[in-house]
C-alpha cells in the first residue's frame, strides 16, 4: 500500500526564517513524491514532485524537496519564509501498485503553515 | 492552457435540489477525478475517469453521480444530497503517464441546507 504521513498539524515560522514542512512516505517500488499547497477556499496547486535524478528538487516559489531514501522522507523547505506562504500544505504520492495505471494519488492530512511578520 | 475550470464557484441547495458541477479542461487529458474535501482535511477520492469511462467509484452514495460527456468536460450531478455533504468539490485532470502531476480547479464549495 501507499502512503505518506505529515506529522506536524501546524508549522509556525518567523518571516525571513528557513521553514521545513516535513513528509515521510511508505511505498513499494519506487516513490514518486508530490507537493501542493492550498490557499484558503482555494483549489490545490502543484509544487514539485520527485520521480527519479537528484534527490534536491527545486519547484516554485523558492521551494525545494529533500528525496532521503534511507529515512523514507521528502521534506518541503525553504529558505527565507515569506508570510504570503502561508497556506495549507499537503504531501502526496501516486500509486505504483502492479495493474494500477491510473496512478491515483494519495494525500497526507495536511500541514498548515503560518508565516508571522 | 494549462487550467481547470470549474462552475458555479459556489452553490447552495436544498435537500431536494438537483444540481450539477461542471469541470473543464483542454490540456488533453484523458483522465479526470471529481475529489471531496472537508476544511482542513486532505482531499478525498470520488471518482475516476479514464478515456472517459468510470474506472474507479469510491462507494460514493448514489445521489452523487458523475458523467463525462466527452475528454474535455466532466459534471458531478447531485441530488436529494444531506447537510453533511457540504463541503469543497474539487476536480483534477492528468495526462495518463504516472509521472506527471495533477493538476486541480479551484473547486466549488457547496452548501446544503
Known amino acids: 500500500a501507499q502512503s505518506v504521513a505529515q506529522p506536524e498539524d501546524q508549522v509556525n515560522v518567523a518571516e525571513g526564517n528557513p521553514l521545513t514542512v516535513k513528509c515521510t512516505y511508505s511505498v513499494s517500488g519506487n516513490p514518486y513524491l508530490f507537493w501542493y499547497v492550498q490557499y484558503p477556499n482555494r483549489g490545490l496547486q502543484f509544487l514539485l514532485k520527485?520521480?527519479?535524478?537528484?534527490?534536491l528538487v527545486k519547484g516554485s516559489y523558492g521551494f525545494e524537496a529533500e528525496f532521503n531514501k534511507s529515512q523514507t522522507s521528502f521534506h518541503l523547505k525553504k529558505p527565507s519564509a515569506l508570510v504570503s506562504d502561508s497556506a495549507l500544505y499537503f504531501c502526496?504520492?501516486?500509486?505504483?501498485?502492479?495493474?494500477?495505471?491510473?496512478?491515483?494519488?494519495?494525500f497526507g492530512r495536511g500541514t498548515q503553515l503560518t508565516v508571522w511578520p | 492552457d494549462t487550467e481547470v475550470t470549474q462552475t458555479p464557484k459556489h452553490l447552495v441547495m436544498g435537500m431536494t435540489n438537483k444540481k450539477s458541477l461542471k469541470c473543464e479542461q483542454h490540456m488533453g487529458h484523458r483522465a479526470m477525478y471529481w475529489y471531496k474535501q472537508k476544511a482542513k482535511k486532505p482531499p478525498e477520492l470520488m471518482f475516476v475517469?479514464?478515456?472517459?469511462?468510470?474506472?474507479i467509484n469510491e462507494s460514493v452514495p448514489s445521489r452523487f453521480s458523475p458523467e463525462c460527456p466527452n475528454s474535455s468536460l466532466l459534471n458531478l450531478h447531485l441530488h436529494a444530497l444531506q447537510p453533511e455533504d457540504s463541503a469543497l468539490y474539487l476536480c483534477?485532470?492528468?495526462?495518463?503517464?504516472?509521472?506527471?502531476?495533477?493538476?486541480f480547479g479551484q473547486g466549488t464549495r457547496l452548501t446544503v441546507v
Open positions: 502526496a504520492v501516486r500509486d505504483m501498485t502492479r495493474g494500477s495505471t491510473l496512478g491515483r494519488l494519495y
Open positions: 483534477a485532470s492528468s495526462p495518463r503517464q504516472v509521472e506527471t502531476e495533477a493538476f
Open positions: 475517469y479514464s478515456y472517459e469511462k468510470l474506472s
Open positions: 520527485y520521480i527519479t535524478g537528484d534527490n
